[in-house]
T-cell receptor, first 117, second 113 residues
Framework: AQTVTQSQPEMSVQEAETVTLSCTYD???????LFWYKQPPSRQMILVIRQEAYKQQNATENRFSVNFQKAAKSFSLKISDSQLGDTAMYFCAFARTTTSGTYKYIFGTGTRLKVLA | EAGVVQSPRYKIIEKKQPVAFWCNPI?????LYWYLQNLGQGPELLIR????????DSQLPKDRFSAERLKGVDSTLKIQPAELGDSAVYLC???????????FGEGSRLTVL
C-alpha cells in the first residue's frame, strides 16, 4: 500500500522569503504521479504543481518548484518570494492510474504554512 | 466555466438523523470522488465513480453511508443514521480523464450533535 508522509505540521515564512515543504512517500509502483495541492482558509483545494514519476526534470510553476528524488522517494515543494496569499494548508499527494485510466489518490496529512508580513 | 458545486455548505443535525450531500461536477469530467476530511487532516477517499459506476467504494462505511451518481453527472452522498464521529467536511471532486487533476468543491461541513 502506498503512504504519503508530511513531517512538518506547521511552518512559517517571512514575506518575500523562500520556504521548502517536505514530503516522502512509499510505493512499489514504478509509474505514478505526485502533486501538491493548496487549501486556503475557508476556500477550496486547488492544484499547485504536478510531477510525473517518469520525468527526471523537476516541475516548475512560476514561484513554485519541486525537488523530486525518485530513489529517495522524496518530493519537496519550494515556494520562492513567498506572498501573503500563499498562506494555506499544503497537501502532498501520490496518485497512480487504474486499469481504466483514472487516478487513485493518497494524500498526506498536510503542512499549514503561514506567510508573515 | 462553473466549478464543482456542493450543497449544503453547512449542516447541523442531531445524532441518528439522516443527512444528504449533493455534488455537481464540472461538465465533461467523467470521474467523481467523495472525500472525508477531518480537521487538520488530508482528504480520505470514500468513493470514486467513473461515469455512473462506483469503481472504488472499499472505504465507504456501507452500514450507514450510501452514494449514487445517476446518469453519470450529479452525485448524492447520504448518511443514515449519523453518528457523532461523522462530524467532518465532505469534499467532492471531479477530474478529467486526460490529466487526473482534481477539481474540488468548497465542501459540506457536517456537525453532528
Amino acid at each position: 500500500a502506498q503512504t504519503v508522509t508530511q513531517s512538518q505540521p506547521e511552518m512559517s515564512v517571512q514575506e518575500a522569503e523562500t520556504v521548502t515543504l517536505s514530503c516522502t512517500y512509499d510505493t512499489s509502483e514504478n509509474n505514478y504521479y505526485l502533486f501538491w495541492y493548496k487549501q486556503p482558509p475557508s476556500r477550496q483545494m486547488i492544484l499547485v504543481i504536478r510531477q510525473e514519476a517518469y520525468k527526471q526534470q523537476n516541475a516548475t510553476e512560476n514561484r513554485f518548484s519541486v525537488n523530486f528524488q525518485k530513489a529517495a522517494k522524496s518530493f519537496s515543494l519550494k515556494i520562492s518570494d513567498s506572498q501573503l496569499g500563499d498562506t494555506a494548508m499544503y497537501f502532498c499527494a501520490f496518485a497512480r492510474t487504474t486499469t481504466s485510466g483514472t487516478y487513485k489518490y493518497i494524500f498526506g496529512t498536510g503542512t499549514r504554512l503561514k506567510v508573515l508580513a | 466555466e462553473a466549478g464543482v458545486v456542493q450543497s449544503p455548505r453547512y449542516k447541523i443535525i442531531e445524532k441518528k438523523q439522516p443527512v444528504a450531500f449533493w455534488c455537481n461536477p464540472i461538465s465533461g469530467h467523467n470521474t467523481l470522488y467523495w472525500y472525508l476530511q477531518n480537521l487538520g487532516q488530508g482528504p480520505e477517499l470514500l468513493i470514486r465513480y467513473e461515469n455512473e459506476e462506483a469503481v472504488d467504494d472499499s472505504q465507504l462505511p456501507k452500514d450507514r453511508f450510501s452514494a449514487e451518481r445517476l446518469k453519470g453527472v450529479d452525485s448524492t452522498l447520504k448518511i443514515q443514521p449519523a453518528e457523532l464521529g461523522d462530524s467532518a467536511v465532505y469534499l467532492c471532486a471531479s477530474s478529467p480523464a486526460e490529466t487526473g487533476e482534481l477539481f474540488f468543491g468548497e465542501g459540506s461541513r457536517l456537525t453532528v450533535l
